[in-house]
C-alpha cells in the first residue's frame, strides 16, 4: 500500500530523494499582490526538512514572499516515466551578508565546482546581501507513473478494472 498524498513521509521515498539531490529546477509558486498566479524556475537546496532558494534582496517576489505566505513548489523530472514531486508550505525570509550556504551549494550541485565557483565569484561582486527563502513542507504529494499517479488516473484505473 503506497502512503496517502500529502504525508510528509513521502519525503523520505527514494524518487523524493533523488528530486531533492537533482540539478533540476524546481518551479516555485506564489500570489502577486493583484491576486494572479506567478511560477518561477529557481533553483534549490533541500538542507532535510526545508527547501531553501536564495535570491537578490531587490527581487521581484520579495515582494510578496514575507513570513507565512503560502507557497507551492513542484520539482519533476524530464524523462519518462515522470517523477514529480510536489510540496506546500509557508516561507520564512531572512537576509544574509554575503551569498546565502544553501545558494552557494545549490551551484556547486548543479554547475559543479569549477564553473559554481566562477558564477559565486561574479555573483559576490553584485550581490552583498542575498535573501533566503525557506519553505518548510506542510503537505507533500509524490507522483512516479509506475505506482503512484494523480488522483483522477487512479480513479480511471481503478473504475476499468471492475
Known sequence: ????????????EPVAQQLLE?????????????GSPRVVPIGFHWNGTELV??????APKLKVLRH??????????????C????????VTV???DGIAPEYAMMVRRTQGDEAGQAWLDQMAVICPQ?????????????????????????????????
Open 1 to 12: 500500500m503506497t502512503t496517502q498524498q500529502g504525508d510528509l513521509s513521502l519525503l523520505q
Open 22 to 34: 537533482s540539478r533540476i529546477p524546481a518551479r516555485l509558486a506564489y500570489t502577486w499582490e493583484d
Open 53 to 58: 532558494f536564495g535570491t537578490p534582496v531587490d
Open 68 to 81: 507565512g505566505a503560502p507557497v507551492a513548489v513542484t520539482i519533476d523530472s524530464d524523462s519518462m516515466p
Open 83 to 90: 517523477h514529480v514531486l510536489l510540496l506546500r508550505g509557508n
Open 94 to 96: 531572512d537576509v544574509v
Open 130 to 162: 542575498m535573501a533566503r527563502i525557506r519553505v518548510r513542507p506542510t503537505w507533500v504529494g509524490l507522483l512516479d507513473f509506475e505506482t503512484r499517479f494523480p488522483s483522477a488516473l487512479e480513479r480511471a484505473m481503478q473504475r476499468a478494472q471492475a
